[in-house]
Protein backbone atom coordinates (compact mmCIF):
# COMPACT_ATOMS: atom_id res chain seq x y z
CA UNK A 1 0.00 0.00 0.00
CA UNK A 2 1.44 3.57 -0.44
CA UNK A 3 2.16 6.05 1.96
CA UNK A 4 -0.81 8.42 0.90
CA UNK A 5 -3.29 5.85 0.70
CA UNK A 6 -2.20 4.46 4.19
CA UNK A 7 -2.52 7.91 5.64
CA UNK A 8 -5.85 8.58 3.49
CA UNK A 9 -7.28 5.20 4.96
CA UNK A 10 -6.38 6.06 8.70
CA UNK A 11 -7.71 9.92 8.54
CA UNK A 12 -10.60 7.75 7.60
CA UNK A 13 -10.73 5.54 10.28
CA UNK A 14 -10.25 8.63 12.86
CA UNK A 15 -13.17 10.41 11.00
CA UNK A 16 -15.48 7.34 11.31
CA UNK A 17 -14.83 6.89 14.97
CA UNK A 18 -15.47 10.62 15.70
CA UNK A 19 -19.07 10.38 14.26
CA UNK A 20 -19.78 7.09 15.46
CA UNK A 21 -18.35 8.01 19.25
CA UNK A 22 -20.64 11.01 20.01
CA UNK A 23 -24.70 9.61 20.17
CA UNK A 24 -25.46 12.23 22.24
CA UNK A 25 -27.61 14.84 21.50
CA UNK A 26 -29.59 16.59 24.43
CA UNK A 27 -28.81 19.15 25.45
CA UNK A 28 -29.13 20.12 21.84
CA UNK A 29 -27.45 24.04 22.47
CA UNK A 30 -24.32 21.77 23.29
CA UNK A 31 -24.11 18.91 21.14
CA UNK A 32 -25.13 20.42 17.92
CA UNK A 33 -22.07 22.96 18.13
CA UNK A 34 -19.84 20.42 18.97
CA UNK A 35 -20.31 17.94 16.31
CA UNK A 36 -20.03 20.68 13.87
CA UNK A 37 -16.87 21.51 15.13
CA UNK A 38 -15.47 17.86 14.61
CA UNK A 39 -17.19 17.49 11.67
CA UNK A 40 -15.01 20.09 10.42
CA UNK A 41 -12.06 17.83 8.91
CA UNK A 42 -8.43 18.79 9.00
CA UNK A 43 -5.53 16.75 8.47
CA UNK A 44 -6.20 14.75 11.41
CA UNK A 45 -2.60 14.71 11.83
CA UNK A 46 -2.13 14.19 15.08
CA UNK A 47 -4.47 10.91 15.55
CA UNK A 48 -2.42 9.70 12.69
CA UNK A 49 0.85 10.18 14.59
CA UNK A 50 -0.68 8.10 17.64
CA UNK A 51 -2.06 4.88 15.47
CA UNK A 52 1.66 4.97 13.64
CA UNK A 53 3.39 5.52 16.99
CA UNK A 54 1.32 2.53 18.64
CA UNK A 55 2.30 0.38 14.88
CA UNK A 56 6.07 1.52 15.23
CA UNK A 57 6.64 0.39 18.44
CA UNK A 58 4.87 -3.23 17.82
CA UNK A 59 1.49 -2.68 18.51
CA UNK A 60 -1.68 -2.89 17.10
CA UNK A 61 -3.50 0.42 15.72
CA UNK A 62 -6.97 -0.66 16.36
CA UNK A 63 -5.69 -0.37 20.45
CA UNK A 64 -4.59 3.27 19.95
CA UNK A 65 -8.08 4.65 18.19
CA UNK A 66 -9.50 5.34 21.57
CA UNK A 67 -6.57 7.48 22.55
CA UNK A 68 -5.92 8.44 18.58
CA UNK A 69 -9.51 10.14 18.82
CA UNK A 70 -8.88 11.48 22.30
CA UNK A 71 -6.33 13.55 20.86
CA UNK A 72 -8.12 15.26 17.85
CA UNK A 73 -10.78 16.61 20.15
CA UNK A 74 -8.19 17.46 22.50
CA UNK A 75 -6.95 19.15 19.54
CA UNK A 76 -10.38 20.34 18.98
CA UNK A 77 -10.88 21.99 22.09
CA UNK A 78 -7.84 23.85 21.98
CA UNK A 79 -9.05 25.44 18.62
CA UNK A 80 -12.31 26.37 19.98
CA UNK A 81 -11.14 28.10 22.62
CA UNK A 82 -7.95 29.95 21.59
CA UNK A 83 -10.37 31.49 18.21
CA UNK A 84 -13.15 33.19 20.98
CA UNK A 85 -9.26 34.34 22.33
CA UNK A 86 -7.60 35.53 19.40
CA UNK A 87 -11.32 36.59 17.85
CA UNK A 88 -10.89 34.40 14.32
CA UNK A 89 -13.87 34.58 12.79
CA UNK A 90 -13.42 31.78 10.13
CA UNK A 91 -11.74 28.07 10.52
CA UNK A 92 -11.13 25.51 8.14
CA UNK A 93 -13.01 28.00 5.94
CA UNK A 94 -16.50 27.53 8.03
CA UNK A 95 -17.52 30.15 10.89
CA UNK A 96 -16.39 29.37 14.15
CA UNK A 97 -18.27 28.08 16.76
CA UNK A 98 -18.55 31.61 18.70
CA UNK A 99 -19.23 33.33 15.61
CA UNK A 100 -21.91 31.10 14.25
CA UNK A 101 -23.23 31.10 18.27
CA UNK A 102 -21.94 32.79 20.38
CA UNK A 103 -18.94 33.26 22.93
CA UNK A 104 -20.80 31.35 25.68
CA UNK A 105 -21.70 28.55 23.60
CA UNK A 106 -18.25 28.37 22.44
CA UNK A 107 -16.76 28.46 26.01
CA UNK A 108 -18.70 25.34 27.09
CA UNK A 109 -18.43 23.49 23.72
CA UNK A 110 -14.55 23.77 24.75
CA UNK A 111 -15.17 22.86 27.67
CA UNK A 112 -17.26 19.35 26.94
CA UNK A 113 -15.02 18.87 23.99
CA UNK A 114 -12.09 18.43 26.57
CA UNK A 115 -14.34 16.29 28.65
CA UNK A 116 -15.08 14.02 25.81
CA UNK A 117 -11.09 13.89 25.09
CA UNK A 118 -10.51 12.31 28.23
CA UNK A 119 -13.69 9.82 28.18
CA UNK A 120 -12.58 8.44 24.85
CA UNK A 121 -9.00 8.50 25.77
CA UNK A 122 -10.24 6.65 28.74
CA UNK A 123 -11.71 3.49 27.04
CA UNK A 124 -8.01 2.47 26.01
CA UNK A 125 -7.67 -1.04 27.48
CA UNK A 126 -3.71 -0.61 28.66
CA UNK A 127 -2.28 -1.77 31.69
CA UNK A 128 -0.46 1.75 31.40
CA UNK A 129 -3.54 3.90 31.59
CA UNK A 130 -2.08 5.85 34.39
CA UNK A 131 0.73 6.72 32.20
CA UNK A 132 -1.35 7.84 29.19
CA UNK A 133 -3.58 9.60 31.23
CA UNK A 134 -0.93 11.65 32.73
CA UNK A 135 0.94 12.44 29.23
CA UNK A 136 -2.41 13.80 28.33
CA UNK A 137 -2.85 15.74 31.37
CA UNK A 138 0.79 17.21 31.13
CA UNK A 139 0.06 18.43 27.25
CA UNK A 140 -3.37 20.02 28.34
CA UNK A 141 -1.40 21.86 31.15
CA UNK A 142 1.39 22.80 28.39
CA UNK A 143 -0.92 23.85 25.61
CA UNK A 144 -2.78 26.14 27.95
CA UNK A 145 0.93 27.81 29.48
CA UNK A 146 1.75 28.08 25.76
CA UNK A 147 -1.61 30.07 24.72
CA UNK A 148 -0.80 32.11 27.76
CA UNK A 149 2.54 33.01 26.70
CA UNK A 150 1.20 33.45 22.93
CA UNK A 151 -1.19 36.65 24.40
CA UNK A 152 1.15 38.07 27.05
CA UNK A 153 3.40 38.32 24.06
CA UNK A 154 0.85 39.99 21.66
CA UNK A 155 0.97 43.33 24.07
CA UNK A 156 4.83 42.88 25.16
CA UNK A 157 6.85 44.86 23.08
CA UNK A 158 9.82 42.76 24.00
CA UNK A 159 10.01 39.21 22.86
CA UNK A 160 13.05 37.49 21.75
CA UNK A 161 13.45 34.16 19.53
CA UNK A 162 13.83 32.03 22.23
CA UNK A 163 10.36 33.69 23.94
CA UNK A 164 9.15 32.48 21.01
CA UNK A 165 10.45 29.06 20.52
CA UNK A 166 9.22 28.41 24.36
CA UNK A 167 6.25 29.59 23.20
CA UNK A 168 5.68 27.19 20.34
CA UNK A 169 7.44 24.59 22.11
CA UNK A 170 4.41 24.29 24.64
CA UNK A 171 1.90 25.68 22.43
CA UNK A 172 2.42 23.51 19.02
CA UNK A 173 5.03 21.10 19.80
CA UNK A 174 3.57 19.61 23.64
CA UNK A 175 0.83 18.24 21.25
CA UNK A 176 2.67 16.26 18.92
CA UNK A 177 4.82 15.07 20.66
CA UNK A 178 1.70 13.84 23.44
CA UNK A 179 0.62 11.61 20.14
CA UNK A 180 3.94 10.03 19.51
CA UNK A 181 4.42 9.45 23.19
CA UNK A 182 0.79 8.09 23.78
CA UNK A 183 0.49 6.04 20.74
CA UNK A 184 3.98 4.22 21.62
CA UNK A 185 2.59 3.59 25.33
CA UNK A 186 -0.29 2.04 23.91
CA UNK A 187 1.82 -0.13 22.18
CA UNK A 188 3.32 -1.11 25.07
CA UNK A 189 7.03 0.65 24.02
CA UNK A 190 10.06 0.80 25.89
CA UNK A 191 11.82 3.48 27.55
CA UNK A 192 14.19 4.07 24.54
CA UNK A 193 11.36 3.77 21.99
CA UNK A 194 9.03 6.12 24.28
CA UNK A 195 11.71 8.56 24.55
CA UNK A 196 12.75 8.97 20.72
CA UNK A 197 8.83 9.08 19.52
CA UNK A 198 8.64 12.09 22.24
CA UNK A 199 11.63 13.39 20.62
CA UNK A 200 10.63 13.31 17.22
CA UNK A 201 7.36 14.62 17.96
CA UNK A 202 8.55 17.74 19.48
CA UNK A 203 10.79 18.86 16.76
CA UNK A 204 8.01 17.93 14.16
CA UNK A 205 5.83 19.74 16.04
CA UNK A 206 8.02 22.69 16.70
CA UNK A 207 9.37 22.70 12.82
CA UNK A 208 5.68 22.52 11.47
CA UNK A 209 4.78 25.87 13.23
CA UNK A 210 8.35 27.75 12.23
CA UNK A 211 6.99 26.70 8.63
CA UNK A 212 3.91 27.91 9.10
CA UNK A 213 5.51 31.04 9.89
CA UNK A 214 7.48 31.10 6.71
CA UNK A 215 4.51 29.99 4.18
CA UNK A 216 2.23 32.94 5.28
CA UNK A 217 4.99 35.06 3.36
CA UNK A 218 6.69 32.61 0.79
CA UNK A 219 4.03 29.85 0.16
CA UNK A 220 1.41 29.54 -2.66
CA UNK A 221 -1.89 30.32 -1.63
CA UNK A 222 -4.20 27.75 -3.17
CA UNK A 223 -1.75 25.25 -1.66
CA UNK A 224 -1.60 26.61 1.81
CA UNK A 225 -5.27 27.64 2.18
CA UNK A 226 -4.93 30.76 4.32
CA UNK A 227 -4.38 34.07 2.94
CA UNK A 228 -0.37 34.89 2.34
CA UNK A 229 0.65 37.76 4.46
CA UNK A 230 -2.07 37.33 7.24
CA UNK A 231 0.70 37.62 10.11
CA UNK A 232 1.83 40.66 8.84
CA UNK A 233 -1.13 42.44 8.61
CA UNK A 234 -1.74 41.49 12.04
CA UNK A 235 1.80 42.34 13.04
CA UNK A 236 1.98 38.57 15.09
CA UNK A 237 5.68 37.97 16.33
CA UNK A 238 6.87 34.82 14.23
CA UNK A 239 10.03 33.71 14.18
CA UNK A 240 10.35 35.05 10.74
CA UNK A 241 9.67 39.25 12.52
CA UNK A 242 11.95 38.26 15.46
CA UNK A 243 14.61 36.84 13.54
CA UNK A 244 14.25 39.52 11.28
CA UNK A 245 14.66 42.15 13.91
CA UNK A 246 17.60 40.49 15.18
CA UNK A 247 19.19 40.84 12.30
CA UNK A 248 18.70 43.62 11.18
CA UNK A 249 20.09 47.38 11.67
CA UNK A 250 19.15 50.98 10.66
CA UNK A 251 16.10 51.94 8.39
CA UNK A 252 15.23 48.21 8.51
CA UNK A 253 14.80 47.64 12.23
CA UNK A 254 12.94 50.86 12.49
CA UNK A 255 10.28 49.89 9.89
CA UNK A 256 10.60 46.21 11.67
CA UNK A 257 9.95 48.10 14.72
CA UNK A 258 6.86 50.54 13.56
CA UNK A 259 5.25 47.28 12.26
CA UNK A 260 5.34 45.53 16.22
CA UNK A 261 4.21 49.42 17.40
CA UNK A 262 1.62 49.92 15.22
CA UNK A 263 0.12 46.24 15.50
CA UNK A 264 0.51 45.10 12.17
CA UNK A 265 1.68 45.85 8.20
CA UNK A 266 -0.66 48.44 5.47
CA UNK A 267 -1.34 45.82 2.66
CA UNK A 268 0.81 47.76 0.26
CA UNK A 269 3.50 47.88 2.97
CA UNK A 270 3.30 43.64 2.95
CA UNK A 271 6.16 43.32 -0.52
CA UNK A 272 8.68 45.46 1.51
CA UNK A 273 8.20 43.47 5.03
CA UNK A 274 9.20 40.35 2.59
CA UNK A 275 12.33 41.78 1.07
CA UNK A 276 13.60 42.34 4.78
CA UNK A 277 12.82 39.31 5.81
CA UNK A 278 14.66 37.97 2.79
CA UNK A 279 17.42 40.11 3.17
CA UNK A 280 18.47 39.85 6.67
CA UNK A 281 18.78 36.57 6.63
CA UNK A 282 14.92 35.70 8.32
CA UNK A 283 14.12 33.25 5.83
CA UNK A 284 17.33 31.73 5.48
CA UNK A 285 17.33 31.26 8.91
CA UNK A 286 13.63 29.64 9.44
CA UNK A 287 14.31 27.55 6.59
CA UNK A 288 17.68 26.14 7.94
CA UNK A 289 15.89 25.50 11.50
CA UNK A 290 13.20 23.55 9.85
CA UNK A 291 15.31 21.98 8.08
CA UNK A 292 18.18 20.83 10.74
CA UNK A 293 14.68 19.78 12.85
CA UNK A 294 13.57 17.21 9.81
CA UNK A 295 17.20 15.74 10.07
CA UNK A 296 16.96 15.68 13.96
CA UNK A 297 13.44 14.05 13.81
CA UNK A 298 14.46 11.25 11.30
CA UNK A 299 17.65 10.70 13.36
CA UNK A 300 15.31 9.69 16.06
CA UNK A 301 13.12 7.30 14.02
CA UNK A 302 16.44 5.22 13.29
CA UNK A 303 16.81 4.41 16.82
CA UNK A 304 13.52 2.75 16.40
CA UNK A 305 13.24 -0.79 14.44
CA UNK A 306 13.53 -0.80 10.92
CA UNK A 307 9.48 -1.52 9.95
CA UNK A 308 6.76 -0.62 7.41
CA UNK A 309 5.53 1.72 9.94
CA UNK A 310 8.94 3.07 10.67
CA UNK A 311 9.14 4.72 7.14
CA UNK A 312 5.30 5.69 7.03
CA UNK A 313 6.65 8.11 9.81
CA UNK A 314 9.48 8.91 7.94
CA UNK A 315 7.48 9.80 5.01
CA UNK A 316 4.62 11.45 7.05
CA UNK A 317 7.79 13.70 8.79
CA UNK A 318 8.51 15.01 4.65
CA UNK A 319 5.05 15.21 3.59
CA UNK A 320 4.28 17.99 6.83
CA UNK A 321 7.61 19.27 6.46
CA UNK A 322 8.36 19.92 2.92
CA UNK A 323 5.09 21.78 2.03
CA UNK A 324 5.54 23.72 -1.48
CA UNK A 325 7.85 26.90 -0.79
CA UNK B 1 -13.15 15.18 68.54
CA UNK B 2 -16.59 17.00 67.95
CA UNK B 3 -17.67 17.19 64.13
CA UNK B 4 -16.82 20.83 63.78
CA UNK B 5 -13.20 20.26 64.52
CA UNK B 6 -12.99 17.48 62.68
CA UNK B 7 -14.67 19.65 59.73
CA UNK B 8 -12.98 22.71 59.73
CA UNK B 9 -9.19 20.14 60.11
CA UNK B 10 -10.26 18.58 56.88
CA UNK B 11 -10.54 21.64 55.62
CA UNK B 12 -7.61 23.21 56.64
CA UNK B 13 -6.44 20.20 55.04
CA UNK B 14 -7.71 20.50 51.49
CA UNK B 15 -6.90 24.23 51.98
CA UNK B 16 -2.73 23.55 53.00
CA UNK B 17 -2.76 21.00 49.82
CA UNK B 18 -4.33 23.46 47.58
CA UNK B 19 -1.31 26.02 48.44
CA UNK B 20 1.35 23.53 48.19
CA UNK B 21 0.17 21.81 44.98
CA UNK B 22 0.66 24.56 43.11
CA UNK B 23 4.03 25.56 42.63
CA UNK B 24 4.40 27.10 39.14
CA UNK B 25 4.83 30.60 38.73
CA UNK B 26 4.75 31.21 35.05
CA UNK B 27 3.90 32.69 32.77
CA UNK B 28 2.40 34.42 35.79
CA UNK B 29 -0.84 35.58 33.32
CA UNK B 30 -1.89 32.47 34.27
CA UNK B 31 -0.76 31.40 37.57
CA UNK B 32 -1.23 34.72 39.49
CA UNK B 33 -5.25 34.49 38.43
CA UNK B 34 -5.42 30.62 38.87
CA UNK B 35 -4.15 30.95 42.47
CA UNK B 36 -6.38 33.76 43.16
CA UNK B 37 -9.23 31.78 42.24
CA UNK B 38 -8.23 28.82 44.56
CA UNK B 39 -7.27 31.24 47.59
CA UNK B 40 -10.96 32.38 47.41
CA UNK B 41 -12.21 29.78 50.20
CA UNK B 42 -15.37 28.57 49.94
CA UNK B 43 -17.06 25.82 52.66
CA UNK B 44 -14.74 23.03 50.69
CA UNK B 45 -17.93 20.70 50.48
CA UNK B 46 -16.94 18.84 48.03
CA UNK B 47 -13.18 17.06 49.02
CA UNK B 48 -14.40 17.13 52.41
CA UNK B 49 -16.82 14.59 51.37
CA UNK B 50 -14.22 12.59 48.78
CA UNK B 51 -12.38 12.29 52.59
CA UNK B 52 -14.94 11.11 54.69
CA UNK B 53 -16.44 8.87 52.10
CA UNK B 54 -13.24 7.05 51.55
CA UNK B 55 -12.71 6.92 55.44
CA UNK B 56 -16.47 5.37 55.54
CA UNK B 57 -15.65 2.68 53.72
CA UNK B 58 -12.44 2.04 55.47
CA UNK B 59 -9.83 3.77 53.90
CA UNK B 60 -7.18 6.24 54.92
CA UNK B 61 -7.90 9.50 53.85
CA UNK B 62 -3.89 10.05 53.52
CA UNK B 63 -4.64 8.62 50.21
CA UNK B 64 -7.65 10.35 49.06
CA UNK B 65 -5.84 14.23 49.59
CA UNK B 66 -5.07 14.26 45.96
CA UNK B 67 -8.72 13.21 44.94
CA UNK B 68 -9.78 15.46 47.45
CA UNK B 69 -7.99 18.63 46.06
CA UNK B 70 -8.87 17.38 42.40
CA UNK B 71 -12.58 17.81 42.83
CA UNK B 72 -12.49 21.48 44.68
CA UNK B 73 -9.79 22.38 42.06
CA UNK B 74 -12.98 21.26 39.39
CA UNK B 75 -15.52 22.59 40.99
CA UNK B 76 -13.57 26.14 40.10
CA UNK B 77 -13.07 25.06 36.70
CA UNK B 78 -16.36 25.24 36.49
CA UNK B 79 -16.93 28.56 38.83
CA UNK B 80 -15.00 30.67 36.75
CA UNK B 81 -16.47 29.35 33.17
CA UNK B 82 -19.92 29.52 34.91
CA UNK B 83 -19.11 33.28 36.06
CA UNK B 84 -18.42 34.56 32.20
CA UNK B 85 -21.04 32.71 31.22
CA UNK B 86 -23.53 34.29 33.80
CA UNK B 87 -21.52 38.04 33.51
CA UNK B 88 -21.53 37.49 37.57
CA UNK B 89 -19.15 40.47 39.06
CA UNK B 90 -18.80 38.79 42.12
CA UNK B 91 -17.99 35.43 43.57
CA UNK B 92 -16.66 34.73 47.37
CA UNK B 93 -17.16 38.62 48.16
CA UNK B 94 -14.05 39.25 45.48
CA UNK B 95 -14.25 40.02 41.91
CA UNK B 96 -14.74 37.46 39.63
CA UNK B 97 -11.68 36.55 36.98
CA UNK B 98 -13.29 37.89 33.91
CA UNK B 99 -14.13 41.53 36.16
CA UNK B 100 -10.54 41.95 37.75
CA UNK B 101 -8.50 40.34 34.66
CA UNK B 102 -10.86 40.08 31.52
CA UNK B 103 -12.76 36.67 29.68
CA UNK B 104 -9.71 35.24 27.84
CA UNK B 105 -8.21 34.73 30.80
CA UNK B 106 -11.18 33.56 32.71
CA UNK B 107 -11.14 31.36 29.41
CA UNK B 108 -7.64 30.05 29.83
CA UNK B 109 -7.93 30.08 33.61
CA UNK B 110 -10.74 27.77 33.87
CA UNK B 111 -9.15 25.51 30.78
CA UNK B 112 -5.69 25.13 33.57
CA UNK B 113 -7.74 24.66 36.38
CA UNK B 114 -9.45 21.52 34.67
CA UNK B 115 -6.23 20.24 33.22
CA UNK B 116 -4.60 20.72 36.96
CA UNK B 117 -7.56 19.03 38.22
CA UNK B 118 -6.64 15.98 36.47
CA UNK B 119 -2.84 16.59 37.06
CA UNK B 120 -3.47 16.35 41.10
CA UNK B 121 -6.15 13.31 40.73
CA UNK B 122 -3.91 11.04 39.06
CA UNK B 123 -1.37 11.12 41.60
CA UNK B 124 -3.85 8.43 43.37
CA UNK B 125 -2.78 5.63 44.15
CA UNK B 126 -4.99 2.98 43.97
CA UNK B 127 -5.59 -0.07 41.16
CA UNK B 128 -8.52 1.46 40.59
CA UNK B 129 -7.49 4.47 38.69
CA UNK B 130 -8.71 3.95 35.84
CA UNK B 131 -12.31 3.99 37.16
CA UNK B 132 -11.69 7.14 39.63
CA UNK B 133 -10.63 9.02 36.29
CA UNK B 134 -13.56 7.54 34.45
CA UNK B 135 -16.21 8.85 37.15
CA UNK B 136 -14.20 11.85 37.48
CA UNK B 137 -14.57 12.25 33.46
CA UNK B 138 -18.25 11.81 33.56
CA UNK B 139 -18.83 14.19 36.48
CA UNK B 140 -16.94 16.78 33.74
CA UNK B 141 -19.32 15.66 30.93
CA UNK B 142 -22.79 16.20 33.07
CA UNK B 143 -21.76 19.24 34.47
CA UNK B 144 -20.99 20.98 31.49
CA UNK B 145 -24.41 19.51 30.12
CA UNK B 146 -26.53 20.88 32.68
CA UNK B 147 -24.91 24.14 32.35
CA UNK B 148 -26.15 23.97 28.82
CA UNK B 149 -29.52 22.85 30.18
CA UNK B 150 -29.58 25.89 32.68
CA UNK B 151 -28.34 28.32 29.84
CA UNK B 152 -31.38 26.65 27.33
CA UNK B 153 -33.84 27.50 30.47
CA UNK B 154 -32.71 31.03 30.66
CA UNK B 155 -34.26 32.06 27.04
CA UNK B 156 -36.97 29.29 26.80
CA UNK B 157 -40.43 29.87 27.82
CA UNK B 158 -41.71 26.40 29.17
CA UNK B 159 -39.51 24.83 31.53
CA UNK B 160 -41.13 21.79 34.02
CA UNK B 161 -39.98 21.24 37.79
CA UNK B 162 -38.87 18.06 36.61
CA UNK B 163 -36.81 20.25 33.82
CA UNK B 164 -35.22 21.68 36.64
CA UNK B 165 -34.71 18.38 38.91
CA UNK B 166 -33.07 16.98 35.32
CA UNK B 167 -30.33 20.33 35.18
CA UNK B 168 -29.63 20.28 38.82
CA UNK B 169 -28.84 16.71 39.10
CA UNK B 170 -26.47 17.42 36.47
CA UNK B 171 -25.27 20.59 37.15
CA UNK B 172 -25.22 20.14 40.91
CA UNK B 173 -25.78 16.86 41.72
CA UNK B 174 -23.29 15.13 40.00
CA UNK B 175 -20.46 16.91 41.69
CA UNK B 176 -21.73 15.33 44.99
CA UNK B 177 -22.04 12.51 43.86
CA UNK B 178 -18.81 11.96 41.98
CA UNK B 179 -17.25 13.38 45.38
CA UNK B 180 -18.64 10.52 47.04
CA UNK B 181 -18.33 8.09 44.84
CA UNK B 182 -14.44 8.74 44.33
CA UNK B 183 -13.66 8.84 47.82
CA UNK B 184 -15.42 5.02 48.12
CA UNK B 185 -13.23 4.27 45.19
CA UNK B 186 -10.37 5.39 46.73
CA UNK B 187 -10.83 3.83 49.58
CA UNK B 188 -11.00 0.56 47.95
CA UNK B 189 -15.28 0.17 49.24
CA UNK B 190 -17.29 -2.53 47.70
CA UNK B 191 -20.46 -2.05 45.04
CA UNK B 192 -22.74 -2.13 47.42
CA UNK B 193 -20.93 0.77 49.38
CA UNK B 194 -20.01 2.67 45.84
CA UNK B 195 -24.06 2.62 45.10
CA UNK B 196 -24.66 4.18 48.72
CA UNK B 197 -22.93 7.34 48.49
CA UNK B 198 -22.98 7.77 44.85
CA UNK B 199 -26.82 8.00 45.79
CA UNK B 200 -26.25 9.77 49.02
CA UNK B 201 -24.23 12.40 47.06
CA UNK B 202 -26.90 12.74 44.29
CA UNK B 203 -29.81 13.18 46.93
CA UNK B 204 -27.39 15.77 49.40
CA UNK B 205 -26.67 17.77 46.02
CA UNK B 206 -29.98 17.87 44.59
CA UNK B 207 -31.71 19.02 47.88
CA UNK B 208 -28.73 21.30 48.43
CA UNK B 209 -29.69 23.33 45.11
CA UNK B 210 -33.20 23.27 46.43
CA UNK B 211 -32.46 24.57 49.45
CA UNK B 212 -30.18 27.49 47.82
CA UNK B 213 -33.45 28.50 45.96
CA UNK B 214 -35.28 28.35 49.30
CA UNK B 215 -32.40 30.25 51.40
CA UNK B 216 -32.72 32.95 48.40
CA UNK B 217 -36.50 33.45 49.25
CA UNK B 218 -36.96 32.79 53.10
CA UNK B 219 -33.21 33.30 54.52
CA UNK B 220 -31.55 35.06 56.54
CA UNK B 221 -29.09 37.63 54.57
CA UNK B 222 -26.50 37.28 56.95
CA UNK B 223 -26.16 33.88 57.34
CA UNK B 224 -26.85 33.23 53.90
CA UNK B 225 -24.31 35.54 53.07
CA UNK B 226 -25.64 36.42 49.63
CA UNK B 227 -28.45 38.87 48.80
CA UNK B 228 -31.80 37.82 49.42
CA UNK B 229 -34.35 37.94 46.63
CA UNK B 230 -31.77 37.68 44.39
CA UNK B 231 -33.21 34.78 41.96
CA UNK B 232 -36.65 36.63 41.86
CA UNK B 233 -35.07 39.93 40.55
CA UNK B 234 -32.80 38.30 37.89
CA UNK B 235 -36.49 36.08 36.93
CA UNK B 236 -34.18 32.95 37.49
CA UNK B 237 -36.51 30.11 36.77
CA UNK B 238 -36.04 28.38 40.23
CA UNK B 239 -38.09 25.41 42.29
CA UNK B 240 -39.88 27.32 43.88
CA UNK B 241 -40.75 29.51 40.65
CA UNK B 242 -41.35 26.78 38.92
CA UNK B 243 -43.34 25.10 41.21
CA UNK B 244 -45.63 28.11 42.74
CA UNK B 245 -46.68 28.56 38.13
CA UNK B 246 -47.30 24.99 38.30
CA UNK B 247 -49.67 24.89 41.67
CA UNK B 248 -50.92 29.28 40.65
CA UNK B 249 -54.23 29.81 39.06
CA UNK B 250 -56.01 33.60 37.88
CA UNK B 251 -53.56 36.52 38.56
CA UNK B 252 -51.09 35.16 40.88
CA UNK B 253 -50.13 32.78 37.88
CA UNK B 254 -50.31 35.64 35.83
CA UNK B 255 -47.89 37.45 37.63
CA UNK B 256 -45.65 34.87 37.93
CA UNK B 257 -46.06 34.83 33.86
CA UNK B 258 -44.91 38.60 33.69
CA UNK B 259 -42.16 37.89 36.12
CA UNK B 260 -40.25 35.18 33.51
CA UNK B 261 -41.44 37.37 30.30
CA UNK B 262 -39.95 40.63 32.32
CA UNK B 263 -36.95 38.54 32.82
CA UNK B 264 -37.22 39.30 36.68
CA UNK B 265 -38.97 41.16 39.23
CA UNK B 266 -38.66 44.90 40.64
CA UNK B 267 -37.23 45.73 43.65
CA UNK B 268 -41.07 47.21 45.11
CA UNK B 269 -42.73 43.51 43.70
CA UNK B 270 -40.17 41.16 45.60
CA UNK B 271 -42.52 41.15 48.95
CA UNK B 272 -45.49 40.24 46.43
CA UNK B 273 -43.45 37.08 44.64
CA UNK B 274 -42.95 35.93 48.22
CA UNK B 275 -46.61 36.08 49.40
CA UNK B 276 -47.55 34.03 46.06
CA UNK B 277 -44.48 31.24 47.00
CA UNK B 278 -45.83 31.05 50.44
CA UNK B 279 -49.87 30.78 49.75
CA UNK B 280 -48.84 28.93 46.54
CA UNK B 281 -47.70 26.49 48.68
CA UNK B 282 -44.17 26.30 46.25
CA UNK B 283 -42.16 27.11 49.83
CA UNK B 284 -43.72 23.98 51.56
CA UNK B 285 -42.72 21.95 48.79
CA UNK B 286 -39.67 22.67 48.61
CA UNK B 287 -39.37 22.46 51.98
CA UNK B 288 -41.04 18.69 51.92
CA UNK B 289 -38.84 17.84 49.03
CA UNK B 290 -35.09 18.98 50.75
CA UNK B 291 -36.63 17.53 54.13
CA UNK B 292 -37.63 14.22 51.94
CA UNK B 293 -34.11 14.32 49.96
CA UNK B 294 -32.50 14.15 53.67
CA UNK B 295 -34.12 10.92 55.15
CA UNK B 296 -33.14 9.18 51.86
CA UNK B 297 -29.91 10.70 52.02
CA UNK B 298 -29.31 9.58 55.19
CA UNK B 299 -31.00 6.04 54.45
CA UNK B 300 -28.33 5.62 52.12
CA UNK B 301 -25.90 6.45 54.99
CA UNK B 302 -27.56 3.47 57.43
CA UNK B 303 -26.54 0.97 54.61
CA UNK B 304 -23.01 1.36 55.56
CA UNK B 305 -21.10 -0.25 58.17
CA UNK B 306 -21.55 2.13 61.61
CA UNK B 307 -18.46 4.44 62.58
CA UNK B 308 -17.42 7.69 63.51
CA UNK B 309 -16.81 8.68 59.78
CA UNK B 310 -20.82 7.07 59.36
CA UNK B 311 -21.53 9.63 61.86
CA UNK B 312 -19.64 12.53 60.84
CA UNK B 313 -21.23 11.95 57.46
CA UNK B 314 -25.11 12.53 58.91
CA UNK B 315 -23.92 15.22 60.95
CA UNK B 316 -22.37 16.81 57.91
CA UNK B 317 -25.52 15.86 55.70
CA UNK B 318 -27.87 18.14 58.46
CA UNK B 319 -25.36 20.78 58.86
CA UNK B 320 -25.56 21.41 55.05
CA UNK B 321 -28.91 21.33 54.84
CA UNK B 322 -30.37 22.12 58.48
CA UNK B 323 -29.12 26.10 57.92
CA UNK B 324 -31.27 28.41 59.36
CA UNK B 325 -34.59 29.51 57.52
Request: proline letters at 2%.
Amino acid sequence: MSFELKYSEYKSRVDRYLVEAIQQTKPDSLYKPLKYVLAGGGKRIRPVLVLLSCEVVGGNIDDALHASAGIEILHNFTLVHDDIMDNADARRGRPTVHTRWDSNVAILVGDELLALAYNILLKTSSPRIREIASVFTDGVVEVCEGQAYDKQFETRAAVSVDDYLLMIRKKTGKMVAVSTEIGALVGNGSQDELAALRTYGELVGRAFQVQDDLLDVIGDEKKFGKTIGGDLKEGKKTFLLLEALRRSNGKDKKLLQMLIKNGGAAKGKIREFRRIYETSGAIDAARDFVGRDIVQAKGELQKLRPSAARDMLSWFTDMLLHRTY
